[in-house]
């Protein structure tokens, strides 16, 4: 089956500066990568998703990159905020709506 | 995206009984998904909950512990049986998008097992 690996577990950043999770999955047959983002006792909320047939998608000032003969895929944050503190997790689904997720990676953005 | 939501948010139960949750969607969805949340962790997928067929289980869960109802396009339900304190997690459904793969979750529901 399919296995999602993420770094960092933890990452400091200071307000202001960018922020990069990286995630790397196993089965080639994966063609999507959503990134969710799970503030303290909420749900996990989809905040960016790559499709396979793309390299690099961008939201605002959140962008995701994807390398599939690498078989890894990123998550940057610019200009980072207060408001971004929380655990993100990236995840590798298949055409059956199946989703692995990688382990999680808290973001602290310090004023 | 849907509105989803789970019954109960949240309960405190005995080991040895069992606990139905409920996953509720405000519109008709083919695919509908359980995932455990357990403390400080990430989410693992339970089952894949087929309306009108068995649900389909992940490696590590079976059928017996985690029974499954999907009876209609809008409405699952997951019973975790004769629970113990390794049960206790967040338990939470979720739904695909209208777009292909997206999922969109419900609020969860807070399971502790003395």
């Known amino acids: 089956g399919e296995n999602v690996e993420q770094h960092p577990s933890t990452l400091s950043v200071q307000e202001g500066d960018s922020a990069v999770i990286k995630c790397t999955y196993s089965?080639?047959?994966?063609?999507?990568f959503p990134w969710y983002k799970q503030e303290l006792g909420k749900r996990p909320q989809l905040i960016i998703d790559?499709?396979?047939?793309?390299g690099e998608k961008k939201d605002q000032r959140i962008a995701v990159t994807l390398n599939k003969t690498a078989k890894h895929f990123s998550l940057h944050i610019t200009e980072t905020q207060p408001e971004d503190s929380a655990v993100y997790f990236c995840?590798?689904?298949?055409?059956?709506?199946?989703?692995?997720f990688g382990s999680g990676t808290k973001l602290n953005v310090k004023p | 995206s849907a509105v989803i939501s789970q019954k109960p948010s949240r309960d405190i139960c005995q080991r040895g009984t069992s606990l139905t949750i409920q996953c509720q969607v405000d519109?008709?969805?083919?695919?509908m998904f359980w995932y455990r949340q357990q403390p400080g962790q990430s989410l693992t997928l339970i089952a894949t909950?087929?309306?009108?067929?068995?649900?389909?289980?992940e490696s590590g869960f079976v059928i017996d512990k985690f029974p499954i109802s999907r009876p209609n396009l809008t409405f699952s339900t997951l019973t975790v049986s004769n629970m113990s304190p390794e049960d206790s997690s967040i338990y939470l459904c979720?739904?695909?998008?209208?777009?292909?793969?997206?999922?969109?979750f419900g609020p969860g529901t807070r399971l502790t097992v003395l």
């Open positions: 979720s739904v695909g998008g209208i777009s292909y793969n997206e999922q969109f």
């Open positions: 089965d080639s047959a994966s063609n999507y």
């Open positions: 790559i499709r396979s047939n793309v």
């Open positions: 995840a590798a689904g298949d055409g059956f709506n199946k989703f692995y």
């Open positions: 519109s008709q969805v083919t695919m």
């Open positions: 909950a087929n309306q009108g067929s068995e649900a389909t289980y």
